[in-house]
T-cell receptor
Framework: GAVVSQHPSWVICKSGTSVKIECRSL??????MFWYRQFPKQSLMLMAT?????????EQGVEKDKFLINHASLTLSTLTVTSAHPEDSSFYIC??????????????FGDGTRLSIL | AQSVAQPEDQVNVAEGNPLTVKCTYS??????LFWYVQYPNRGLQFLLK??????LVKGSYGFEAEFNKSQTSFHLKKPSALVSDSALYFC????????????FGKGTRLSVIA
């Protein structure tokens, strides 16, 4: 069964709206989670690394004020797209690696969130 | 810096024929290599991984991959393709330094034709 739950799976909203996406690790604690963005027919691009208890680490070119990340607990990270515009429309996917000490295990991915800004 | 190359955007194969999806990588240190599959509007599903040991790795749904250190390749293979294998396949790598994120190839779309 799924080990990472992502919600919502699909969002359609007006330009200027802020949208929150949740990523939860199920049955394990994730001190680190990763947020990716995927454009149509393209690969996954890492946006940021979410760290429980500290600030997220953003990749170059990703606006931290636009994409707010909060790692509220050991099982929950949220990505908020603030004042979304049509160019923010994309597929957002989170992943959570299993705890340190099991580092050879694959990262598990949520089912993704399709964000469409009108 | 780590990188992954998937040279083919699209691979077409007839049902029942063997399939290969190519992947080459670049990483400092020992590579941890992964294959994932993505169906439309879904997240990524893990297929298989290479960490160490036997160069031929067997994974889910009959897929396997061969690690070739000299050619820095990790091609995905299946002896007999199914129509249901049609999907987007991603090769990914990370180094062995800890809880680092995966670096993905651009993906290869596999179409299996009945």
């Amino acid at each position: 069964g799924a080990v990472v739950s992502q919600h919502p799976s699909w969002v359609i909203c007006k330009s200027g709206t802020s949208v929150k996406i949740e990523c939860r690790s199920l049955d394990f604690q994730a001190t680190t989670m990763f947020w990716y963005r995927q454009f149509p027919k393209q690969s996954l691009m890492l946006m940021a690394t979410s760290n429980e208890g500290s600030k997220a680490t953003y990749e170059q070119g990703v606006e931290k004020d636009k994409f707010l990340i909060n790692h509220a607990s050991l099982t929950l990270s949220t990505l908020t797209v603030t004042s979304a515009h049509p160019e923010d429309s994309s597929f957002y996917i989170c992943s959570a690696p299993l705890p340190t000490g099991v580092k050879n295990q694959p990262q598990h991915f949520g089912d993704g969130t399709r964000l469409s800004i009108l | 810096a780590q990188s992954v190359a998937q040279p083919e955007d699209q691979v077409n194969v007839a049902e029942g024929n063997p399939l290969t999806v190519k992947c080459t990588y670049s990483v400092s240190g020992n590579p941890y290599l992964f294959w994932y599959v993505q169906y439309p509007n879904r997240g990524l599903q893990f297929l298989l991984k290479y960490i160490t040991g036997d160069n031929l790795v067997k994974g889910s749904y009959g897929f396997e991959a061969e690690f070739n250190k000299s050619q820095t390749s990790f091609h995905l293979k299946k002896p007999s393709a199914l129509v249901s294998d049609s999907a987007l396949y991603f090769c990914a790598v990370r180094d062995d330094s800890g809880n680092t994120p995966l670096v993905f190839g651009k993906g290869t779309r596999l179409s299996v034709i009945a």
